[in-house]
């Protein structure tokens, strides 16, 4: 081995080696907003206050995992809000959702905005 053939093999041996990376560019999420969807949801359970949706039929327009998953924290937000009443009759059956709020006026209160990516403000 000549010296100009080691000194190649000593420069790649102490050539820093890149840091392995996993691209992530095919895992793109659409956002969806967890207080836009309780709006939807009180808007459409309002229109039939006496009726029992199921939770089937309240995602059934839901494009995507995650907004079925938003519009289940939509639900628990409803209900924390007492909007909305649950009927599960057997485990792991279907979920039924009545609205139970009233028909005017906000729904959500400012403990959904945590799922928002605004920063929270701070008081004064």
Same mark, same amino acid.
């Given at each position: ?5 080691? /000194? ?25 907003? @967890? ?20 939770? /089937?039929?309240? @995602? ?46 906000? @729904?959500?209160?400012?403990? @959904? ?12």
């Amino acid at each position: 081995m000549t010296p100009e053939q080691f /000194a190649l093999v000593a420069a790649s041996a102490f050539t820093p080696k890149p840091k392995p990376t996993v691209g992530l560019g095919h895992l793109h999420v659409p956002k969806v907003s @967890v207080p836009e969807q309780a709006r939807l949801l009180a808007a459409r359970l309002r229109e039939r206050p006496d009726h029992w949706s199921g939770f /089937a039929e309240l @995602v059934a327009d839901c494009d995507s995992g995650i907004a079925v998953i938003a519009r289940f924290l939509a639900l628990l937000e409803l209900y924390r809000e007492r909007a909305v009443l649950f009927d599960q009759p057997e485990a792991l059956g279907d979920l039924k959702v009545r609205w139970s709020g009233e028909n005017d006026g906000a @729904v959500v209160g400012g403990t @959904v905005d945590e799922y928002d990516d605004a920063p929270a403000q701070e008081d004064e």
